[in-house]
């Protein structure tokens, strides 16, 4: 991988393995791009159903230990610049612990395992988040995380995530929600965003991505930095495969607009090309 190139965070859905996500490296790729690879285990996800990323300032959560790494191991690669790509809620729920970690944390109660973070300098490089079938409107439903676990391989673990969601408490997954759905609505990032979904999708709605799109266009600074895609018929984390070349001529316009916006407003970035 070659520092000189910018990277994007592939932040795989619930059940996704490696090999799903080789087709978005290889656009990436074509189109002058290096990727990091980062999928969740479906454990942390769960998890993240009831735990957020402020739940608490002494320890860190599975998720939260997952989003420091993929920060540092991005460091490390000292990329020009980088963008991140969400699938579905599972890439939602990391990239909501690295921007509570970048944008949001209380300095003062900064966790000691981000000390190493150059959470400056990231913030800088950051010029674009692609949301694909995300984010999901559960509503504080555990059914619908249910059906999810559909796509965990693993029968022994399936079978044990199962079990783990019929212990969560209804409350605190609906207050856990509302957290989760009210700070993607309300990220004062300013950071240019693309909303790829499907009107046939039936684990990331329609409706409510929509809505939050059209509140997204509303906030301040963020007039013409939200783009979105809809796709005809097809399914979850899907798009790609059933409309290549639309879901490619989608990316790479919007990537060129982030690198535009990037090079117009931030002068770190221009000082590094």
Request: proline share 3%; glycine share 6%.
């Amino acid at each position: 991988m070659s520092n000189n190139k910018p990277v994007v965070i592939l932040a795989g859905w619930l059940g996704c393995h490696r090999r799903n996500l080789r087709r978005y490296s290889q656009l990436y790729n074509s189109l002058g791009w290096d990727t990091i690879v980062q999928i969740a285990s479906p454990r942390s996800i769960v998890t993240a159903m009831s735990e957020g990323p402020s739940s608490s300032q002494t320890s860190t959560t599975e998720m939260q230990h997952f989003a420091i790494n993929t920060l540092k191991e991005l460091q490390a690669l000292q990329p020009p610049y980088f963008a991140i790509h969400i699938f579905s809620n599972g890439g939602c729920f990391l990239w909501e612990c690295i921007r509570y970690i970048l944008y949001e944390q209380d300095t003062s109660q900064q966790l000691s395992s981000t000390s190493s973070i150059n959470i400056s300098n990231l913030k800088q490089k950051l010029i674009g988040v692609i949301f694909d079938s995300a984010p999901g409107y559960y509503d504080g439903k555990i059914n619908d995380l249910q059906s999810a676990l559909e796509y965990v391989s693993s029968d022994i673990e399936r079978k044990d995530l199962l079990t783990k969601t019929k212990t969560l408490d209804g409350n605190v997954v609906h207050q856990r929600f509302t957290e989760f759905w009210n700070g993607l609505l309300n990220d004062s990032t300013n950071i240019p965003q693309l909303y790829l979904y499907s009107q046939y999708d039936h684990l990331a709605s329609a409706k409510h991505i929509e809505m939050l799109i059209e509140c997204r266009k509303e906030l301040i600074g963020m007039k013409g930095k939200i783009w979105n895609h809809k796709f005809l018929n097809s399914e979850h984390c899907c798009h790609l495969l059933k409309y290549p070349e639309e879901y490619s001529k989608a990316i790479k316009e919007f990537l060129a607009f982030c690198m535009r916006e990037g090079l117009d407003n931030n002068s770190f970035i221009k000082s590094r090309l």
